[in-house]
């Protein structure tokens, strides 16, 4: 799938987002990139077997204090070829990007790998 694409597909994903999780998302920059850094496989702590589709890096909501302020944008990156990599179609790819930004956003509001899973919603 062309870059240009998967970006749209991105975006419609989070614009199919409830409107009260866009009224929460301020300052959160949501990116696409080909690959994971090796800065960001670092996050994977040594699950191995496991591929990297999507990274949020910032302060969750949960752990900001009256003193968070003047600080750079959150970040959420979703990773086209890792996602790719575990899709068979462009039905797939939709639903992974769908899913994976969810579960991105979903560690900006400060819920974990592991409620997630207890949720059913990895």
Same mark, same amino acid.
């Given at each position: 799938?062309?870059?240009?694409?998967?970006?749209?597909?991105?975006?419609?994903?989070?614009?199919?987002?409830?409107?009260?999780?866009? %009224? *929460?998302?301020?300052?959160?920059?949501? #990116?696409?990139? @080909?690959?994971? =850094?090796?800065? +960001?496989?670092?996050?994977?702590?040594?699950?191995?077997?496991?591929?990297?589709?999507?990274?949020?890096?910032?302060?969750?909501?949960? %752990? *900001?204090?009256?003193?968070?302020?003047? #600080?750079?944008? @959150?970040?959420? =990156?979703?990773? +086209?070829?890792?996602?790719?990599?575990?899709?068979?179609?462009?039905?797939?790819?939709?639903?992974?990007?769908?899913?994976?930004?969810?579960?991105?956003?979903?560690?900006?509001?400060?819920?974990?790998? @592991?409620?997630?899973?207890?949720?059913?919603?990895?």
């Amino acid at each position: 799938m062309d870059s240009r694409r998967f970006e749209q597909l991105v975006a419609q994903a989070i614009d199919n987002l409830p409107d009260e999780i866009h %009224e *929460r998302l301020e300052n959160v920059d949501i #990116v696409v990139a @080909d690959n994971p =850094t090796r800065d +960001q496989l670092r996050h994977l702590k040594g699950r191995r077997g496991e591929m990297l589709l999507g990274l949020y890096e910032g302060v969750p909501l949960t %752990e *900001r204090t009256h003193g968070y302020g003047l #600080v750079m944008p @959150d970040k959420i =990156t979703v990773f +086209q070829r890792p996602i790719e990599a575990v899709c068979r179609n462009d039905t797939q790819v939709i639903a992974e990007i769908q899913r994976v930004v969810r579960h991105e956003i979903a560690h900006h509001f400060g819920i974990s790998d @592991d409620r997630l899973e207890e949720l059913g919603r990895y």
